[in-house]
T-cell receptor, first 114, second 113 residues
Framework: EPEVTQTPSHQVTQMGQEVILRCVPISNHLYFYWYRQILGQKVEFLVSFYNNEISEKSEIFDDQFSVERPDGSNFTLKIRSTKLEDSAMYFC????????????FGQGTRLTVV | GENVEQHPSTLSVQEGDSAVIKCTYSDSASNYFPWYKQELGKGPQLIID?????GEKKDQRIAVTLNKTAKHFSLHITETQPEDSAVYFC????????????FGTGTKLQVIP
């Protein structure tokens, strides 16, 4: 069964460093998302991406964050200068199109900023 | 925007008993209500969903109900088993376009053998 894959599974980085989280959405899906889950809290929306541009972003998704779909298969989330409070699980998700409304989530990348 | 409330935050049941998790949503434009199960260290996995044109849906031991008027929806798990232990999230969104999933706050279910 197709699945959303994310790498790495765990990333440790020093405060102020740049990180790139990678995702391979399910093939033929058209809508892509990043979500964040701080330990013990709910899953929060960061950004949605469709047709090679951001469709919507939350207030969490400030200028330190960016997304890219560089080659038609990967979908990346970049954090330019990490802060301690960026430590969280980051989930990538994808959806096919409107008539297939289920969103499928990856296993997540645990980001630890020290 | 959409706001989803979920109760209870923790739930302990004896194996074989039923578990019920309740959610409310705020945006009347939401028309799709999935439920996700999240096991430790893993991403949310869709276990069942319901659309706004349906009042109830059942899949083996899991059932969901939806009251559109009251903006309530619930997850019912019968004959619980230890492997049902996980965090469950309800969610709501409008299925049109790129709409984001808005999650509830989660319920940690513990099934005691």
């Amino acid at each position: 069964e197709p699945e959303v894959t994310q790498t790495p599974s765990h990333q440790v980085t020093q405060m102020g460093q740049e990180v790139i989280l990678r995702c391979v959405p399910i093939s033929n899906h058209l809508y892509f998302y990043w979500y964040r889950q701080i330990l013990g809290q709910k899953v929060e929306f960061l950004v949605s991406f469709y047709n090679n541009e951001i469709s919507e972003k939350s207030e969490i998704f400030d200028d330190q964050f960016s997304v890219e779909r560089p080659d038609g298969s990967n979908f990346t989330l970049k954090i330019r200068s990490t802060k301690l409070e960026d430590s969280a699980m980051y989930f990538c998700a994808s959806r096919w199109r409107e008539e297939k409304i289920e969103a499928f989530f990856g296993q997540g990348t645990r980001l630890t900023v020290v | 925007g959409e706001n989803v409330e979920q109760h209870p935050s923790t739930l302990s049941v004896q194996e074989g008993d039923s578990a019920v998790i309740k959610c409310t949503y705020s945006d009347s434009a939401s028309n799709y209500f999935p439920w996700y199960k999240q096991e430790l260290g893993k991403g949310p996995q869709l276990i069942i969903d319901i659309r706004s044109n349906v009042g109830e849906k059942k899949d083996q031991r899991i059932a969901v109900t939806l009251n559109k008027t009251a903006k309530h929806f619930s997850l019912h798990i019968t004959e619980t088993q230890p492997e049902d232990s996980a965090v469950y999230f309800c969610a709501a969104y409008n299925s049109g376009g790129y709409q984001k999933v808005t999650f509830g706050t989660g319920t940690k279910l513990q099934v005691i053998p």
